[in-house]
């Protein structure tokens, strides 16, 4: 009987707090149709296909507003066409600022372009240091945001991937934006340190600027952003032929466990234009680059750049069909050219 009661209690306690809470449930659909065409070091090789598929990034979640002081949010997505955690934080607004607990974008994420091909790539890895969402401890405060984040240690020892190392402090991210009616500017840096199975330091930084400006329906930004070992803070997708190791941007061990560095560079435009409630058009290019720390191995200097033009289409509030036409060149002798066109069809509701 009382371990009855003691269940009914916690029912009526849960109960009562939904309840009193204000949930905004909110959902994207988002289907990708895009035909992609592969050239292997400049040769056709017929290797076209057409992606009709549900992208990864669909999907549901809530804004959950408990008091003035404490919201949290949840969000699931569709990636590998299963439910997965995108966002799931609670945040106290104490006054002065904000602390946020849980798994959000970090600060160094400062999104410029709208590219739709590759699930909202947005030229991810190919000229924008796009973070991810990871868990993390951050505090908010006017423009400025800095976060403890979960750490990545992987790197490439000898050509094949690991993980093994010895984290004695998070990974730091910061971040500062300022914007006013026609323009924004922001600055981010992110710093992570780990000792790998060999006992040797490896450190990884990124630094990033960005800047936009609007003004008769026309807007214009653009962002660059360098680092060393940048690929445990940010995605780098740069080559895949010549050298494994430098596609990510990641730390290179050799096989003594001495670490080769890997330094890089990158830079995105973006440019648009709304003409109505119903037509935009956008345009995107991207590059970047990483180079080993070592002079004469193949693959030491890879790089890779991406452009885009699209025409988004409003049909009603929060219906969109994206088409878009692009291109990723992975430049490296033996690498892939990727042409793509097609649409990416949307419904918020």
């Given at each position: 009987?009382k371990?009855l ?9 849960i109960?009562?707090s939904?309840?009193a ?11 990708t149709?895009?035909?992609t065409d ?19 990034n ?10 003035d ?16 955690i ?21 600060p ?14 947005g ?14 401890l951050?505090?908010?405060f ?10 990545n ?10 993980t ?17 009616d ?16 060999f006992?040797q ?11 936009g ?26 080559n ?7 596609n ?16 890089a ?12 409630d ?10 970047a680059?990483?180079?080993l ?13 991406s452009?885009y ?7 009603a509030?929060?219906?969109?069909i994206?088409?878009?036409?692009g291109q ?8 892939d050219?990727?042409?793509?066109y ?7 509701f």
């Amino acid at each position: 009987m009382k371990k009855l009661m003691v269940i009914v209690a916690a029912l009526a306690m849960i109960s009562g707090s939904a309840y009193a809470a204000d949930w905004n449930f909110y959902g994207s659909a988002r289907v990708t149709t895009f035909y992609t065409d592969i050239d292997a070091a400049g040769v056709n090789n017929d290797s076209g296909n057409i992606d009709a598929s549900l992208q990864g990034n669909a999907r549901i979640g809530a804004n959950v507003k408990v008091s003035d002081e404490l919201s949290g949010r949840f969000e699931y997505g569709a990636s590998g066409g299963n439910a997965n955690i995108r966002l799931l934080y609670g945040t106290w607004n104490f006054g002065a600022g904000s602390f946020r607990v849980g798994q959000d974008y970090t600060p160094l994420y400062l999104p410029l372009s709208n590219q739709v091909y590759g699930s909202d790539n947005g030229l991810g890895g190919w000229g924008e240091p796009y973070p991810g969402r990871k868990a993390q401890l951050k505090l908010m405060f006017g423009g400025f945001d800095i976060a403890l984040v979960t750490p990545n240690t992987n790197a490439w020892a000898a050509g094949a991937a690991v993980t093994a190392g010895e984290v004695k402090m998070p990974q730091i991210q910061a971040a500062y934006k300022l914007s006013q009616d026609n323009w924004n500017v922001a600055l981010g840096a992110g710093y992570q340190t780990f000792d790998n199975a060999f006992d040797q330091s490896v450190a990884s930084y990124v630094i990033t600027g960005r800047a936009g400006i609007t003004f008769a329906g026309v807007k214009l930004g653009a962002e660059v952003f360098g680092g060393q070992n940048v690929g445990n803070l940010v995605t780098m997708h740069v080559n895949k032929v010549n050298s494994v190791e430098a596609n990510t941007g990641l730390a290179v061990y050799d096989v003594a466990g001495n670490v080769l560095d890997n330094d890089a560079f990158g830079y995105e435009i973006v440019a648009g234009y709304t003409v109505n409630d119903m037509f935009a058009f956008e345009a995107g290019y991207g590059y970047a680059k990483t180079e080993l720390d070592v002079v004469g191995v193949a693959g030491d200097k890879v790089d890779v750049a991406s452009w885009y033009v699209q025409a988004p289409i409003t049909l009603a509030p929060g219906v969109f069909i994206i088409p878009e036409i692009g291109q990723v060149d992975y430049k490296n002798t033996g690498a892939d050219e990727i042409t793509y066109y097609g649409a990416k069809w949307q419904i918020n509701f």
